[in-house]
């Protein structure tokens, strides 16, 4: 695995300077924990090698939204790409410059629209025409101008999971470039409405630079068409979607190999240039860390049931991925099994079938790669708190987000009148 965060000291896992064992002990768990040394490093890792257009940077939010994640990155000079009301109030809260907040989504509704145009973002990323009309409209009640950049999906394949390919014909994101040309012809009609650039992503999890290389090929002929018709035109946004080793096999796309592929291309198109990592960014500078409850024996076959399952990383169940594990305390000796979660669902499991680490009940294990699209997809289903996350800085440590209570699970609900009285019955502890 690529990275210095996390690494083995006299047998015992560490987060930077600080034992994993000692983070479980303080925080309880399952617990994620944040590298804030490898997110800064990555960042500045992919700033440096595509120094040459000098881009501005949008991380993408709903790899890790975290208020801390999201200020470490503020703080390192990235702008956001959000695709929310709720992500615009989070990058606000963190002390985004808005001008450097661009705003993605299928379906942004008319509160979220009015959120940004108020707070005065760098451009919408219109995803269909009607949303187009639906800006011009609510510009025009604010009495303000609104910037926007079609995402154009350019059909092609990036090689990765088919729930995380967002450029290909038959995905929903985005116009086929057919239809791009017109689509902009009519904005450009539309009242308080500037024409700012063109956006596209082509999909997540992506190890090879050439579907990169084949997406601005097509875009570049667009982007020469779009800058004669219309003066505002100055941004090219290529989204994110590099990918990492979650395998140990496998081949992350490095900052500089990506840089080589794009950046002849990005010269050569002369837009200013966004782009959008998320998951290269945060992934691999966080790992969640659970204990084991139960080692099971059934059918022979070896179940290690933990106290993280799906609610709290939803990706192998959602997406098939891997995540390596790794115990907290070294040891050489392995057992075959699957590691499964407390969830009463068949698909809640963290590991398939695998050579884990031969651990016994009140073990801890270290699932590996998991500081994007981890916490920020967790729920709390079957009624579990989602769990604690703390920010590691040399040898600090630092809770960055308290573990949910069992009153935060019912806030906001209401058990109706009748039932009002149980409350005094319930025990204090709670
Ligand atoms: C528009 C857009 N930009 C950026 C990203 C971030 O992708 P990744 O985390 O793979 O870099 C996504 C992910 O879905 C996206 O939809």
Sequence with gaps: MSGLAFLYRAGRLYAEGVSVERLAEIYGTPLYVYSRREIGA???????????????????????????????LREEGAGFDIVSGGELYRVRRAGADPARVVFAGVGKTEEEIDYALREGILFFTVESEPEARRISARAVALGCRARVAFRVNPGVNPRTHRYITTG????????????????????????????????????????????????????????????????????????????????????????????AAVLPWLKKIGLRVILEPGRSLVGPAGLLVCRVQ??????????????????????????????????????????????????????????????????REGDLLAVMNAGAYG????????????????????????????????????????AGARHENRRKEQPDHV
């Design 168 to 259: 290909q014909r038959e995905n929903k994101f985005g116009l086929d470039p057919d239809r791009a040309l017109a689509a902009y012809e009519m904005a450009a009609q539309l009242p308080n409405i500037e024409i700012a650039g063109l956006h596209m992503h082509i999909g997540s999890q992506i190890l090879s630079p050439r579907p990169y290389v084949q997406a601005l090929a097509r875009a570049a002929v667009l982007c020469a068409q779009l800058r004669r018709r219309h003066a505002a035109f100055e941004w090219l946004d290529i989204g994110g979607g590099m990918g990492i080793d979650y395998m140990p096999d496998q081949e992350p796309l490095a900052p500089r190999v990506f840089a």
């Design 42 to 72: 990555r960042y500045r890792a992919l700033a440096r090698a595509m120094a040459p257009v000098r881009p501005l940077i949008c991380y993408s939010v709903k790899a890790n939204s975290n208020l801390a994640v999201l200020g470490a």
């Design 294 to 359: 139960y080692v099971k024996d059934s059918y022979r076959k070896k179940f290690v049931i933990a106290d993280a399952g799906m609610n709290d990383l939803i990706r192998p169940a959602l997406y098939e991925a891997h995540h390596e594990v790794w115990p907290v305390r070294r040891t050489a000796r392995r057992i075959r099994g699957d590691l499964v979660g407390p969830i009463c669902e068949s698909g809640d499991f963290i590991a398939l079938d695998r050579e884990l680490p031969a651990v």
């Design 375 to 414: 916490f920020s997809m967790a729920s709390n289903y079957n009624s579990r708190r989602r769990p604690a996350e703390v920010m590691v800085d040399g040898a600090c440590h630092r809770l960055i987000r308290a573990r949910e209570s069992w009153a935060d699970l019912v806030r906001g609900e209401d």
